[in-house]
T-cell receptor, first 110, second 116 residues
Framework: GDSVTQMEGPVTLSEEAFLTINCTYT??????LFWYVQYPGEGLQLLLK?????DKGSNKGFEATYRKETTSFHLEKGSVQVSDSAVYFC?????????FGRGTSLIVHP | GAVVSQHPSWVICKSGTSVKIECRSL??????MFWYRQFPKQSLMLMAT?????????EQGVEKDKFLINHASLTLSTLTVTSAHPEDSSFYIC????????????FGNGTRLTVT
């Protein structure tokens, strides 16, 4: 079945540092890939998405490129802020039920 | 953008009582909604798939008689935690699929349930 593997957290960074959160997947066919963000005490919000190979999703300074050859969708940001502290979920929608990674907690210190 | 409203956002109840959580799609119809449970510092656990007009499909290990799901209209699904116990305390999140297009999922803001 489909699966998503994310790097374990927490990821702790200083403000303005570079961020990478790794995500790899296994799926049949050609799934769409997503990153969701969950701020403390809230539900999930869509951060960005990519629907086909080589697509780059971007939003709020975050980027991720759909790499079919490496089955990856790593999340990056060039300069993180304290307000980026949250849990980030990688997800795919290929089969009927969406599949989520375990989530990676990001903590950004001033 | 599409909005999913989940209510209440937090609730405290006594052991043995039942609690109902509502999930509404405000500006789209959703034949299918999902209910998730999230423990502290852990990922989302899919509990069940809610389908309008039919019985919900529960994931393995989820007690359907304890977590009653009713999807009575195209914009409303409810989760009722029956005879709640402290171990049911958790963060419950719903999501909905817009009938006009499959992705992305739209999430409610979650319900923090505390059973005393």
């Amino acid at each position: 079945g489909d699966s998503v593997t994310q790097m374990e957290g927490p990821v702790t960074l200083s403000e303005e540092a570079f961020l990478t959160i790794n995500c790899t997947y296994t799926a049949t066919g050609y799934p769409s890939l997503f990153w969701y963000v969950q701020y403390p005490g809230e539900g999930l919000q869509l951060l960005l998405k990519a629907t086909k190979a080589d697509d780059k999703g971007s939003n709020k300074g975050f980027e991720a490129t759909y790499r079919k050859e490496t089955t990856s969708f790593h999340l990056e940001k060039g300069s993180v802020q304290v307000s980026d502290s949250a849990v980030y979920f990688c997800a795919l929608e290929g089969s009927y039920i969406p599949t989520f990674g375990r989530g990676t907690s990001l903590i950004v210190h001033p | 953008g599409a909005v999913v409203s989940q209510h209440p956002s937090w609730v405290i109840c006594k052991s043995g009582t039942s609690v109902k959580i509502e999930c509404r799609s405000l500006d789209f119809q959703a034949t299918t909604m999902f209910w998730y449970r999230q423990f502290p510092k852990q990922s989302l656990m899919l509990m069940a798939t809610s389908n309008e007009g039919s019985k919900a499909t529960y994931e393995q290990g989820v007690e359907k008689d304890k977590f009653l799901i009713n999807h009575a209209s195209l914009t409303l699904s409810t989760l009722t935690v029956t005879s709640a116990h402290p171990e049911d305390s958790s963060f419950y999140i719903c999501s909905a699929i817009d009938d006009r297009g499959y992705s992305p999922l739209h999430f409610g803001n979650g319900t923090r349930l505390t059973v005393t």
